[in-house]
């Protein structure tokens, strides 16, 4: 049997590694909050503001391209705009969804036209994330390590596709250390009700010409609406919930202020 004493050995040792972890990578650039937050205030400057001077580093998570294009692609235009380094991981190439090879070149034409620092390809096969969720955990394990992200945006973890549920749970459980997480959301997603937005009326245009590299995708909506009208008609929907004219809008999972 195994005594007390080397269990709480055991999660004292844990708790150090988890604390090491912590501010090797993520906690350290929290130290200068306190004073952005009041530098804000004295500059009328917004929420906005505040985080992004916190944020140098941004990873955004899709389960197929062009899915954070559609729900962040101008949150994305304007972490670049202000300077922050942008990350893009894609899971899949979405090879269920159209040829794999046409939709690679359409995603790595989009991430230049936004400006990502570093696109990541998962190498999953599309619509089977479910049955790959450990090897997906391990790959966003090392990926996080390696670019330590002040701030993580994945798809809303309600959704009607498998891929999409699967990569926002796994989120949940690789992000535990990075200090903000915001969910987007994407066509398919289930009782999504934002209460963070962010104005992207100065992005829109980069936002529609990202959308629009995903040529192969932009009729293949099953309504009357090509992907870029949809995300027209969206932006002027969660910019009047967020009393802006165009806005993306977020589910924060974790964010510091």
């Not at 359409?106 to 190498?123: D, F, I, R």
């Not at 090392?142 to 973890?157: A, C, G, M, W, Y």
Request: hydrophobic fraction near 45%; charge should be neutral.
């Amino acid at each position: 049997m195994v005594s007390q004493e080397t269990i709480s050995a055991a999660l004292v040792c844990r708790a150090k590694l988890d604390l090491a972890y912590a501010t090797d990578g993520f906690v350290r650039r929290s130290k200068t909050a306190l004073f952005d937050c009041r530098q804000a205030k004295v500059h009328g400057g917004t929420f906005c503001d505040l985080i992004m001077a916190e944020q140098q580093v941004v990873l955004a998570l899709g389960a197929h391209p062009d899915d954070v294009e559609i729900g962040a692609g101008g949150a994305l235009a304007e972490y670049g705009a202000r300077g922050a380094r942008v990350h893009l991981f894609v899971a899949t190439e979405g090879g269920v969804g159209g040829e794999a090879a046409v939709r690679r070149r359409e995603q790595l034409a989009s991430a230049e036209l936004l400006g990502v620092a570093g696109l990541h390809w998962g190498g999953f096969d599309d619509t089977r994330l479910p049955e790959c969720a450990p090897a997906l955990m391990a790959r966003l394990e090392v990926l996080l390590r390696e670019i330590r992200p002040d701030t993580v945006l994945v798809n809303f973890e309600r959704d009607t596709h498998q891929d999409h549920r699967t990569l926002a749970e796994v989120t949940r459980s690789v992000t535990r250390w990075v200090p903000n997480v915001l969910a987007y959301e994407t066509p398919s997603s289930i009782d999504f009700n934002p209460t963070l937005f962010m104005d992207i009326a100065a992005r829109m245009e980069s936002k529609f010409a990202a959308l629009a590299a995903h040529a192969s995708q932009r009729d293949k909506t099953r309504v009357a609406l090509d992907i870029i009208e949809i995300a027209r008609a969206n932006a002027h929907f969660r910019g009047v919930q967020g009393k802006l004219a165009c806005a993306e809008g977020f589910v924060p999972i974790r964010m510091r202020l």
